[in-house]
Structures are given as C-alpha cells and as structure tokens.
C-alpha cells in the first residue's frame, strides 16, 4: 500500500516537472533555436575535451602549458556566451533601445532648458566655474576736490585759445588779485 502511495507522489511530481517545463520559456527556447543548440553542443564537446587533456595526467599546468587545451577553454567560454547572449537578447535589445532614447531626450531638453534660461544658465556657469565675485574699487589715494566754478562775469565757460588764462595766468582785463581793500 505504502508501495502505490509513493509510486503516484512520484508520478504526480513528474507530471508537475513536465508541466513546469513545457511553460517555461528557456525550454521553449531551446526547442526551436537550432543556434542555440548548436552552441551547448559546441560548449559541451570543447569542456569535455578540455577535462580529458586535464585529467591525462597533465594535471592543472595544463591550463596553462598546454595550447591546445586553452584554445579549448576559449572555444568553451566563447559558446557558452553566444548561448548567455542568445537567451538574454530579446528581452534585453528593447529595454537598452528604450533607455537610449529617453536617455537622449532628457539630454535635448535639459540642454534647451539651459539655453533659453538666464538663470538655469547662471546656475550651471557658477557650478562649472565656481561664483562669480562681485568687484567694489576702492581708490588709494585722497578724492580731489571738484574745480572751483568759474567766474560770474565771464561770458564763456572756457578761456580762447592761446590767452594768458589758457597758459595759466590770470585773464586779460582782470583786476590783479590781492588783498581786497588795498590800492
């Protein structure tokens, strides 16, 4: 009785491992890639070879002594990335394209955003470059004092040309300066 209990578990555990790998979608894969099953065979046969020179008594210098057994492992790892890349590739091609455009979107507008932005511009110069310093001079030496204004008699605001006032004398027709009240 035991027997038949352990015998239909069994059955019932196969029939859901068939189940699960009918709906699986690398087995699907694999059933209908001819590449894909040429490259396991590929990855298979070239291991195998490979643990045989290893194991012939070479031992492990063969890795690294014997050529023949690393173009082996070369071949090995080489089909097992075709499998790698052949069932990652449909679903990876897409996702990339994807992030590629957005990527180049977000490029486009952030650029068109600093362009026509005086302030967004600022901000990024400031970024790049560091602030920029606000410049105050500041003279050294004692402000001079404005000239005195001229006369109120003087019909021009500047002396002609060649007169003693222009020279740097007193102007023509001027009463000689001196202290006021004296003759």
Excluded: C
């Excluded at 650029?111 to 920029?132: I, M, P, Q, S, T």
């Excluded at 004092?145 to 001027?174: D, F, K, L, Y």
């Amino acid at each position: 009785m035991a027997a038949k209990k352990k015998a239909a578990k069994t059955g019932a555990g196969m029939w859901a491992a068939g189940k699960a790998a009918r709906n699986n979608p690398y087995v699907e894969r694999l059933i209908d890639d001819d590449d894909l099953r040429d490259n396991l065979r590929k990855a298979f046969e070239s291991s195998r070879l490979a643990y045989e020179r290893i194991a012939d008594g070479r031992g492990p210098g063969a890795i690294v002594d014997d050529k023949k057994t690393q173009k082996q492992l070369k071949q090995t790892a080489s089909s097992l990335r075709a499998v790698a890349e052949s069932l990652q590739g449909a679903k990876r091609g897409r996702k990339r394209k994807r992030r590629g455009g957005f990527l180049m979107v977000l490029l486009v507008g952030g650029g068109a955003a600093v362009a026509l932005n005086e302030g967004l511009r600022k901000k990024a110069l400031d970024l790049l470059f560091g602030a920029e310093e606000e410049f105050e001079y500041s003279s050294v030496t004692a402000a001079q004092s404005p000239p005195p204004p001229p006369p109120a008699g003087s019909a021009s605001s500047s002396p002609p040309p060649g007169s003693a006032a222009a020279v740097g004398g007193p102007p023509a027709g001027a009463p000689p300066e001196g202290p006021v009240g004296t003759s």
